[in-house]
């Protein structure tokens, strides 16, 4: 895995509001994982989108458990 294929994402935590930064590979292509808020322990889905054609993230999708990404 290349430094490059790491991207770091902001957002903050659908549950608490906490400000949060998670690391993306985006060398997996597009795909779903989960995360815990690192303040309220509340399970994050995340959903990284990467372009087939260039390989770049083009979104990430945050939810609460019971979203429906």
Excluded: K, N
Aim: with cysteine.
């Amino acid at each position: 895995m290349q430094d490059d294929a790491l991207i770091h994402h902001d957002f903050h935590c659908p549950y608490c509001d906490t400000p949060l930064t998670f690391v993306i590979d985006i060398s997996q292509g597009s795909h779903d994982t989960w995360e815990d808020c690192h303040q309220c322990c509340a399970p994050i889905q995340l959903q990284a989108i990467v372009s087939p054609m260039t390989g770049e993230l083009e979104a990430v999708i945050t939810g609460r458990d019971d979203d429906v990404l």
